[in-house]
T-cell receptor, first 114, second 111 residues
């Protein structure tokens, strides 16, 4: 059973709308990352937060933004949704640097933009 | 640009077969390679490989890293239908950077 929980599990939005996805990290984990996984593709890195500060960002436009809270939970916000934003959004948490401890993934939020 | 390439992209085998999944990488300041199994949504961790030539095993699964030739393999022996999943390979470098994933190998095990 995964210690990382994401909500909602499924979401349908209309093009141009805004969406907020939520993630509760595994207990004790202070690093959270978000990934976008399109159908048939591997996860693509969006950004990472460590102790409430963004410390890495992938090749995604500014309309993808995030937050990490003092309890290390996190949000991913996407503005001006486009059809290509339809994907599985995965949150992953770790303690410290991922290179040493790896990630624990949540079950994801399936976003459909119509 | 860092990249990870997995092959084959899909594979269909019969129960009891042995399979080998491949992962090659080009990553600046490479540190570790990770394997994940993704059945429906959440990728679940299988192995983290940092040292070359040291095999890691977990039941019927095993994996090894070759840092000279920049690849890793994941072996599954005596496959079962429950092994059907997408297997993801990801690399991480020595900086504080995220995982770079391959596209995955979709394994289907039929009875």
């Amino acid at each position: 059973e995964t210690g990382v929980t994401q909500s909602p599990t499924h979401l349908i939005k209309t093009r141009g709308q805004q969406v907020t996805l939520r993630c509760s990290s595994q207990s004790g984990h202070n690093t959270v990352s978000w990934y976008q996984q399109a159908l048939g593709q591997g996860p693509q890195f969006i950004f990472q937060y460590y102790r409430e500060e963004e410390n890495g960002r992938g090749n995604f436009p500014p309309r993808f933004s995030g937050l990490q809270f003092p309890n290390y939970s996190s949000e991913l916000n996407v503005n001006a949704l486009e059809l290509d934003d339809s994907a599985l959004y995965l949150c992953a948490s770790s303690w410290g640097q991922v290179r040493d401890y790896g990630y624990t993934f949540g079950s994801g939020t399936r976003l459909t933009v119509v | 640009e860092d990249k990870v390439v997995q092959s084959p992209l899909s594979l269909v085998v019969h129960e009891g077969d042995t399979v080998t999944l491949n992962c090659s990488y080009e990553v600046t300041n490479f540190r570790s390679l990770l394997w994940y199994k993704q059945e429906k949504k959440a990728p679940t961790f299988l192995f983290m490989l940092t040292s070359s030539g040291i095999e890691k095993k977990s039941g019927r699964l095993s994996s090894i890293l070759d840092k000279k030739e920049l690849f890793s393999i994941l072996n599954i022996t005596a496959t079962q239908t429950g092994d059907s999943a997408v297997y993801l390979c990801a690399a991480v470098n020595s900086g504080n950077t995220p995982l770079v994933f391959g596209k995955g190998t979709r394994l289907s095990v039929i009875a």
